[in-house]
């Protein structure tokens, strides 16, 4: 399982823009990125997930580049609400019953 | 996306006892959950893999007769721990993966364990 280093954690503005960066060096040719959003005392949410490029959804983009040895996670206009642990991982593709090894993650303050 | 559940959300027992965690995709089929622990301010660490019909595969250092796992349907998986400590107490996270979703692993919403 590819390792990824995080920021242990970032501060932010309400309605700024947030981009996390994750480092996977090993990753392999058939590993997904995926992020998830952890609340205090909840389950991980998964956020977006990508192999290369760029990916789009409605609560967020993912940015690869083409040697996919680092992903960038883009919050557009956070509030206080975002205000949350941020995990990066990457596991082989395909099979989606292969485990998730969680690292440190980052923790996002949206202050006022 | 799909859904998992987990009863109870929260338990608090005395130290001996055994308590019993659920694990439930509802919308989906699973024949593989995984289980995880999670103290405060620290990252999720698996704990056990899961398999419907057969054993489940614990991590290394985690013991397989304190944390008994039961996978005994497609949409259920149970974690019980067995004569529980203090230092037992910690949050528990069941989750599963939708196959029918490259990779995407969908995660309950937590079991928050108080051994007093």
């Known amino acids: 399982l590819a390792k990824t280093t995080q920021p242990i954690s970032m501060d932010s503005y309400e309605g700024q823009e947030v981009n996390i960066t994750c480092s996977h060096n090993?990753?392999?040719?058939?590993?997904?990125i995926t992020w998830y959003q952890q609340f205090p005392s909840q389950g991980p949410r998964f956020i977006i997930q990508g192999y290369k490029t760029k990916v789009t959804n409605e609560v967020a983009s993912l940015f690869i580049p083409a040697d996919r040895k680092s992903s960038t996670l883009s919050l557009p206009r956070v509030s206080l609400s975002d205000t949350a642990v941020y995990y990066c991982l990457v596991a082989r593709g395909g099979n989606a019953g292969n485990m998730l090894t969680f690292g440190g993650g980052t923790r996002l303050m949206v202050k006022p | 996306g799909a859904v998992v559940s987990q009863h109870p959300s929260w338990v608090i027992c005395k130290s001996g006892t055994s308590v019993k965690i659920e694990c439930r995709s509802l919308?989906?089929?699973?024949?593989?959950m995984f289980w995880y622990r999670q103290f405060p301010k620290q990252s999720l660490m698996l704990m056990a893999t899961?398999?419907?019909?057969?054993?489940?595969?614990?991590e290394q250092g985690v013991e397989k007769d304190k944390f008994l796992i039961n996978h005994a349907s497609l949409t259920l998986s149970t974690l019980t721990v067995t004569s529980a400590h203090p230092e037992d107490s910690s949050f528990y996270i069941c989750?599963?993966?939708?196959?029918?979703?490259?990779?995407?692993?969908?995660f309950g919403p937590g079991t928050r364990l108080t051994v007093l």
């Open positions: 090993n990753i392999a040719t058939n590993d997904y």
């Open positions: 919308d989906f089929q699973a024949t593989t």
């Open positions: 899961s398999n419907e019909g057969s054993k489940a595969t614990y």
């Open positions: 989750s599963a993966p939708d196959a029918s979703s490259t990779d995407t692993q969908y």
